[in-house]
């Protein structure tokens, strides 16, 4: 018999944690292994746990939901993340994909999309509802325009100096779209962030 797969929960409201157990325990192929009420307390525990999915609300004390998964993804390689939460709105969802969730999941949706969002992400696919398809998207709205250019540039080892000649901008704002570039992917060098493209299938 498979290993059923081991969900961890992290929310701040325990009607919503409760919720979330009674779902997934009446599924024989998962198996909740876990919660916390804040993510410093979770951030914790999935390192000791490592689940293969952690549900994340976006709001949490100590440590909210996007903090939660920078903090982690890098650590906790083998976790998936799916985000909970009330907004609806594309930036959230796209700046959850940008922090490194695989789902976005709404508090109000029923047991039919909770686990068809859950079995995507076990099978290494993206689930945010409403978007169109997750890579598609990661690739087009992950960056703006000018973070693209200056990508490109720093891909060839270029300096800040370099880059702010060739493209009529100044030092200053060079850095913060490298600070910018370097948030979003978690990496501090060239080569870590060519890396990260080439393992989230982003062609610039």
Sequence with gaps: MNKP???????????????LKLLIGGESSMKVVGSAADGETAREEILIKRPDI???DLMMPRLDGMQLITTLRKVATGTKFVVLSMDDSQRSMRDAMSYGASGYLLKNAGKTELMKC???????????????????????????????????LVLQNRTSADIAEELSLSPHTVTVHRKNIARKTNTKTPLALQQFLTENSIDL
């Design 118 to 152: 859950l079995m995507l992400v076990l099978q290494d696919e993206i689930y945010f509802p409403n978007l169109r398809n997750g890579k598609e998207l990661l690739n087009q709205s992950l960056f703006t325009p000018k973070e693209v250019e200056i990508i490109r």
């Design 5 to 19: 797969c081991s969900i961890y929960l992290a929310d701040d409201h325990q009607i919503v944690i409760d919720g």
């Design 54 to 56: 952690a549900l994340v």
